[in-house]
Every structure is written in structure tokens, then in C-alpha cells.
């Protein structure tokens, strides 16, 4: 199977300054990695995801880089706004139907104004 | 705007009686996940469908049922609850391929008393 440790728990940041959210993995065969963000009341949703044969990716605000010798991957939320305050999963996978997600525990992040 | 819908968004049941929590989804997705997410805890598979083809995580396999009588819907059973199964159940399909991402309901609140 896969173990996801995710870090820190709790997160809290100025708005306008960035947050960073790590994970770690056991398996090398995990080859694909997505970030799920949660709102208050809502359901899960993915914002970002990143494969193997990447190292980084960024999308509107957010980067994540996977390192995988290391068995290691982050989210990086740049120039934070209130609106990103939520609960964020990672995730690993080695893909098809036997190589099910696996989540992290959750950060909550709090933007504070 | 989500279309993967669970009912109901709040569940009250007794120990020792029967719990089933309804899943459907409109994106003909041929999977369909059951996961269970305790305060604190990283949401944990409980099992998934493949087409008609049921796989149980080896370590709920006695504990959850579940059915899915077409390819929109899913259900998961619970044939005699505990307080140990007081949980938010989350619902999720898969879009297929060798790395499917995931799409989540908003789950259940189960509260066994």
C-alpha cells in the first residue's frame, strides 16, 4: 500500500503572503499526485494535480513541485487571499485499479486580513 | 455546481441499526469510491466499484456493503452501525484512465448514537 504524511496540520498566514503545505510518500511507484481543496461546507475539489515525469507545475497562484528521490511533493500558494482559506489534501497514487489515492491528513489554512 | 450528489447531507442513526447512504453521478463514470473521513484523519477508502465489479479494502471488508444497481448509482450499506462508524462518508467518481481524477460529493455527516 501508500502512506501520505502531510505537514503542517494548521496553517496560518497574512493575506498576501504565501503558504506551503509538504508531503511525503512511501511507495515509488507512485507516479501521480493531486491537491484537493475543501471548502466549509463543500466537497472536495481538485486544484492541481502533477505526474511523474514533471517536477513542477503552476496554475493561478499555485506551484507544486515533486521531488521524487526525496518521495517528497509540496503545494505553494502564492499572494494568499481569504478565499483560500480551506482544508487541503495530497495525494498519491501508482495509478490504474489497483493503484487507489491515498490522502494526507489535511492542512487548515486560515488567511488572516 | 457539483454532479456527483449524495443523500442525505446528515444522517442520524441508532447502534445496532441499518445505514444506507445513496451516491449518484451524471458524468457516466465507470468508477465509483466510498471513503470515510474522521476530525483529524486523512479520508480512508473504504471500496470502489469498477463497472459492476465491487472491491473492498481489506481491513472494512466485514464492516461496509454496497451496491450499484446502474452506472449512476452507488450505495453504501452498513448492516448493523456502531458508534465507531460516526464519520463524514464521501462519495467520489472517476474519470478512468492509468491516473483518474477524482470527483467528490459532499459527503454524508453519519452520526450513530
Known amino acids: 500500500g501508500e502512506q501520505v504524511e502531510q505537514l503542517p496540520s494548521i496553517l496560518r498566514v497574512q493575506e498576501g503572503s504565501s503558504a506551503s503545505i509538504n508531503c511525503t510518500y512511501e511507495?515509488?511507484?507512485?507516479?501521480?499526485f493531486p491537491w484537493y481543496k475543501q471548502e466549509p461546507g463543500e466537497n472536495p475539489k481538485l486544484i492541481i494535480d502533477?505526474?511523474?515525469?514533471?517536477e513542477r507545475k503552476q496554475t493561478q497562484g499555485l506551484i507544486v513541485l515533486l521531488d521524487k528521490k526525496a518521495k517528497r511533493f509540496s503545494l505553494h500558494i502564492t499572494d494568499t487571499q481569504p478565499g483560500d482559506s480551506a482544508m487541503y489534501f495530497c495525494?498519491?497514487?501508482?495509478?490504474?485499479?489497483?493503484?487507489?489515492?491515498?490522502f494526507g491528513e489535511g492542512t487548515q489554512v486560515t488567511v488572516i486580513s | 455546481d457539483t454532479t456527483v450528489k449524495q443523500n442525505p447531507r446528515y444522517k442520524l442513526a441508532r447502534v445496532g441499526k441499518p445505514v444506507n447512504l445513496i451516491c449518484s453521478q451524471t458524468?457516466?463514470?465507470?468508477?465509483m469510491y466510498w471513503y470515510q473521513k474522521k476530525p483529524n484523519q486523512a479520508p480512508k477508502l473504504l471500496l470502489f466499484?469498477?463497472?459492476?465489479?465491487?472491491?473492498r479494502e481489506a481491513d472494512t471488508f466485514e464492516k461496509f456493503q454496497s451496491s450499484r444497481p446502474n452506472n449512476s448509482f452507488c450505495s453504501l450499506y452498513i448492516g448493523s452501525a456502531g458508534l465507531e462508524y460516526s464519520a463524514m462518508y464521501l462519495c467520489?467518481?472517476?474519470?478512468?484512465?492509468?491516473?483518474?481524477?477524482?470527483?467528490f460529493g459532499h459527503g454524508t455527516k453519519l452520526s450513530v448514537l
Open positions: 467520489a467518481s472517476g474519470d478512468g484512465g492509468g491516473n483518474e481524477r477524482l470527483f
Open positions: 511507495n515509488s511507484a507512485s507516479n501521480y
Open positions: 502533477i505526474r511523474s515525469n514533471m
Open positions: 495525494a498519491a497514487s501508482s495509478g490504474g485499479l489497483s493503484g487507489k489515492l491515498t
Open positions: 458524468m457516466n463514470h465507470d468508477t
Open positions: 466499484y469498477y463497472d459492476k465489479i465491487l472491491n
